[in-house]
């Protein structure tokens, strides 16, 4: 890959001076190692958290293998009635992702001395699955326990979706945002900053495929009209096709007209999520390399002090969740009623806007007690304390 950069911009400049600093020699660009994919049963549903990936190529076999995929994570596949078995499998899978609620002591014990720095998934996390994703709005009291806790730690927003409508949907500036999953990030547009210096981040590893992704937007959207329901969204470097509200009968046919579409470009790759399929470029790049990308930004890179939290419900969080079981560091919490195959550590039965408040209040009485604790000197040299 080419033209491959992070910018800082420097906000006291002038003349808006931009520092290109070149990162194609990276191995966040190298190519993508492609895996079949397979099914994995668990729990009251049949789910493969197996990323279905194609750079274009497929025939019936590659659809077939989407449909399948389709159908395993929809709701209509859900067992009305519980069996022993599955009541068993949830239990078990219980014991292995604790409710992050019940167990809110315990990752506050292990993250006891550690700079904490949390990172939200949008849809299904801060606001609920709806059947018109333009209408996924967060509630006011989600929206304020997020703020709250974003005043004692940096918080980024990691989500598929385009960088502007998610920042459009949170209002909240003093965050960090990473759009079309983790390929267009952007720091605080105001408030101290975390990351040295006083400049602004941006980093878009993709920018090289913006025409082409213009240009499948719009040959999927005349595509796709035939097929009632289905709604294909433009996330400036990346698309999804929405099928929440297309009948099961006519998922084939539409996973036949995304192939023809993504057979023409083979530098464009097909992942799924819940009810939606994901195009996005063949760069190695994924919300595990946003999460690892912001803690570097933040000066966290090689710490040993620092405790990310990742919370998220989709798949595509699963990369954000092995990064950290790689780094050993912090713990991802799945939100999901039901058990999957992950990687996070714990779990949350839907979204809460409780778990943020006690994570706010947890860090309010840490601050209060270490101002009057310590001298005036180390309050001011306290990351978490100077944000405040």
């Given at each position: 890959?080419?033209?491959?950069?992070?910018?800082?911009?420097?906000?006291?400049?002038?003349?808006?001076?931009?520092?290109?600093?070149?990162?194609?020699?990276?191995?966040?660009?190298?190519?993508?190692?492609?895996?079949?994919?397979?099914?994995?049963?668990?729990?009251?549903?049949?789910?493969?958290?197996?990323?279905?990936?194609?750079?274009?190529?497929?025939?019936?076999?590659?659809v077939g293998a989407w449909v399948d995929s389709m159908r395993a994570s929809s709701p209509t596949r859900i067992k009305?009635?519980?069996?022993?078995?599955?009541?068993?499998?949830?239990?078990?899978?219980?014991?292995?992702?604790?409710?992050?609620?019940?167990?809110?002591?315990?990752?506050?014990?292990?993250?006891?001395?550690?700079?904490?720095?949390?990172?939200?998934?949008?849809?299904?996390?801060?606001?609920?699955?709806?059947?018109?994703?333009?209408?996924?709005?967060?509630?006011?009291?989600?929206?304020?326990?997020?703020?709250?806790?974003?005043?004692?730690f940096p918080t980024a927003i990691v989500s598929g979706r385009c960088r502007d409508k998610v920042h459009g949907f949170?209002?909240?500036?003093?965050?960090?945002?990473?759009?079309?999953?983790?390929?267009?990030?952007?720091?605080?547009?105001?408030?101290?900053?975390?990351?040295?210096?006083?400049?602004?981040?941006?980093?878009?590893?993709?920018?090289?495929?913006?025409?082409?992704?213009?240009e499948v937007y719009k040959t999927l959207l005349e595509k796709t009209k035939s097929t009632p329901g289905a709604k294909?969204?433009?996330?400036?470097?990346?698309?999804?096709?929405?099928?929440?509200?297309?009948?099961?009968?006519?998922?084939?046919?539409?996973?036949?007209?995304?192939?023809?579409?993504?057979?023409?470009?083979?530098?464009?790759?097909?992942?799924?999520?819940?009810?939606?399929?994901?195009?996005?470029?063949?760069?190695?790049?994924?919300?595990?390399?946003?999460?690892?990308?912001?803690?570097?930004?933040?000066?966290?890179?090689?710490?040993?002090?620092?405790?990310?939290?990742?919370?998220?419900?989709?798949?595509?969080?699963?990369?954000?969740?092995?990064?950290?079981?790689?780094?050993?560091?912090?713990?991802?919490?799945?939100?999901?009623?039901?058990?999957?195959?992950?990687?996070?550590?714990?779990?949350?039965?839907?979204?809460?806007?409780?778990?943020?408040?006690?994570?706010?209040?947890?860090?309010?009485?840490?601050?209060?007690?270490?101002?009057?604790?310590?001298?005036?000197?180390?309050?001011?040299?306290?990351?978490?304390?100077?944000?405040?």
């Open positions: 890959m080419t033209n491959q950069n992070v910018v800082v911009s420097d906000p006291k400049s002038a003349i808006g001076m931009a520092i290109a600093v070149s990162v194609s020699k990276s191995s966040f660009f190298s190519p993508p190692v492609q895996k079949p994919p397979t099914v994995v049963p668990g729990g009251y549903i049949t789910i493969s958290l197996k990323k279905i990936e194609t750079g274009g190529a497929g025939g019936t076999c590659r009305s009635t519980p069996s022993l078995s599955d009541i068993e499998a949830q239990s078990s899978w219980m014991l292995r992702h604790p409710s992050a609620l019940h167990s809110f002591e315990q990752i506050v014990n292990a993250s006891k001395g550690k700079k904490i720095v949390m990172f939200l998934d949008y849809d299904g996390t801060l606001s609920p699955i709806v059947e018109d994703p333009d209408q996924a709005f967060m509630s006011k009291e989600m929206r304020a326990a997020v703020k709250d806790a974003a005043r004692y949170v209002k909240l500036s003093e965050l960090y945002y990473a759009g079309s999953h983790g390929m267009d990030i952007k720091g605080p547009a105001k408030g101290r900053k975390y990351h040295k210096g006083n400049q602004s981040l941006l980093c878009q590893p993709a920018s090289e495929f913006l025409p082409m992704i213009d294909v969204e433009n996330n400036k470097f990346c698309l999804s096709v929405h099928f929440r509200c297309v009948d099961e009968q006519r998922w084939t046919a539409l996973a036949e007209q995304v192939r023809l579409v993504l057979n023409q470009y083979p530098k464009l790759r097909l992942t799924q999520g819940r009810k939606v399929l994901e195009i996005r470029p063949t760069i190695k790049w994924d919300k595990g390399n946003a999460l690892e990308f912001l803690l570097e930004s933040l000066g966290y890179a090689n710490s040993n002090d620092v405790f990310p939290i990742y919370i998220g419900d989709d798949r595509t969080d699963e990369d954000a969740f092995k990064v950290l079981r790689n780094r050993g560091q912090g713990f991802g919490i799945l939100v999901s009623k039901f058990p999957k195959e992950t990687s996070a550590s714990y779990s949350l039965q839907e979204p809460t806007e409780e778990l943020f408040a006690t994570f706010g209040g947890v860090e309010k009485k840490v601050v209060t007690k270490t101002i009057y604790g310590v001298g005036i000197e180390e309050v001011i040299n306290n990351p978490i304390l100077e944000f405040c």
